[in-house]
């Protein structure tokens, strides 16, 4: 199985009550920052978003569930990992950073963190996400109120659940012959290309929803989808769903306002990729890897 950043770590068991509050892992965000106790901005980064990563940074771990202070707005059980109880919690855009603890990105930590943890604070940015905009019931208006036993936030009135969101997107890496068709969208980093990706519509398949989404992003037509691998990418809640592909028909015709340049790249020259961070760095590797071992280039 393909390992991926933000993948759930094989030790840990989601729980939604604590039975016993003990000593925890405190997954504490401010908007999307993390609080972490971390060393020097000093290490490079493979993230074009990220001019410098840390030195070292790990998740506090307290025992006092009062240490927030008054201000926390809200706070969830994740549940255990290994033997550690998991803890999220969100505090106001302003709040300063206790004593030898800072606020950064998760992009920047990335590599950083312990792989488990960082995949745990993905986990708990989209936890907090959804516990945020689910607070009054979307059909009647009342305020929701949490589940004993379960991940979901129910109406008292009209008994409408709401479950944590997930937005499912595929991503395309399109071949012809020793050629990939990487893109930028207008938000991409100076220089930066990648693989097509777009949100699933309601009503159709992943495979129609590649077609489409490529067909529109840069009017050419594909064959012969197979899957990669999917990821959990909570920016803010998505799950990517990548295939590699073939070209069928069609010149290049960028989308305006979502494709800023697309092109055709030679496998051994290809531009400046996305980090290592997103499955779309995983997929790129994977196929020219796969192309230089079967000698298509
Ligand atoms: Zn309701």
């Known amino acids: 199985m393909t390992h991926l950043p933000f993948a759930r770590p094989p030790d840990f068991e989601q729980l939604v009550r604590c039975e016993a509050p003990g000593e925890g892992l405190w997954f504490v965000f401010r ?59 969100e505090l106001p855009k302003d709040a300063a950073a206790p004593a030898g603890m800072s606020w950064e990105g998760l992009r920047a930590l990335f590599s950083v963190l312990d792989d488990r943890h960082f995949a745990l604070a993905g986990r708990a940015l989209q936890l907090l996400d959804w516990d945020r905009t689910h607070q009054f019931c979307g059909r009647c208006g009342t305020r929701t109120e949490p589940h004993a036993e379960e991940r979901v936030r129910i109406c008292p009135a009209c008994k409408l659940s709401a479950y944590p969101r997930v937005a499912p997107a595929v991503m395309a890496l399109i071949k012809r012959e020793s050629q990939l068709l990487l893109a930028r969208g207008p938000h991409f980093p100076p220089g930066m290309f990648s693989a097509l990706a777009g949100f699933v519509e309601p009503g159709e398949s992943l495979e129609q929803c590649i077609e489409r989404e490529v067909l529109e992003e840069v009017g050419v037509r594909i064959s012969n989808s197979r899957y990669f691998a999917s990821q959990s990418w909570p920016f803010p809640h998505s799950l990517m769903i990548a295939f590699v592909c073939d070209w069928a028909s069609g010149d290049i015709k960028p989308q305006a306002g979502e494709i800023e340049e697309a092109n055709w790249f030679e496998v051994l020259q290809l531009p400046k990729l996305p980090s290592k961070i997103s499955i779309a760095r995983k997929l790129i590797d994977a196929v020219v890897e796969e192309m230089k071992s079967t000698n298509d280039v």
């Open 31 to 89: 908007g999307d920052q993390l609080l972490v106790e971390m060393g020097p901005l000093e290490r490079p980064s493979d993230d074009a978003r990220v001019r410098m990563r840390p030195a070292w940074a790990r998740i506090p771990l307290q025992k006092n569930h009062n240490w927030l202070g008054s201000g926390t707005l809200r706070c969830l059980y994740l549940g255990v990992l290994g033997r550690q109880q998991c803890w999220a919690a």
